[in-house]
């Protein structure tokens, strides 16, 4: 090996605890930021996903017909009885 070589990997074994330790910090850092990019792409996508279908039910909304006679017969009924007691 040369000279060069020599003193280079020297410098770097000298060096080495640092040299990890910011590797581990890059390593960890990138992971936080994947994390974070995922979850607000995850967000986005169910927040739109629910915006198009809730959009999708208010242009076709559903009318429901009560039909009331029943209950108007019946308090009819009950009217008809208090008057005539």
């Known amino acids: 090996m040369?000279?060069?070589k020599v003193d280079q990997y020297k410098k770097e074994k000298a060096n080495r605890k640092q040299i990890m330790k910011r590797e581990k910090i890059?390593?960890?850092a990138v992971a936080a930021c994947s994390t974070v990019v995922c979850a607000a792409v995850i967000g986005w996508v169910g927040y739109s996903a629910f915006g198009y279908f809730h959009k999708q039910n208010e242009k076709t909304p559903t009318q429901t017909e009560v039909d009331l006679t029943a209950i108007s017969d019946y308090m009819s009924a009950l009217t008809s009885e208090e008057a005539t007691e």
């Open 2 to 4: 040369s000279q060069k």
């Open 26 to 28: 890059k390593r960890r």
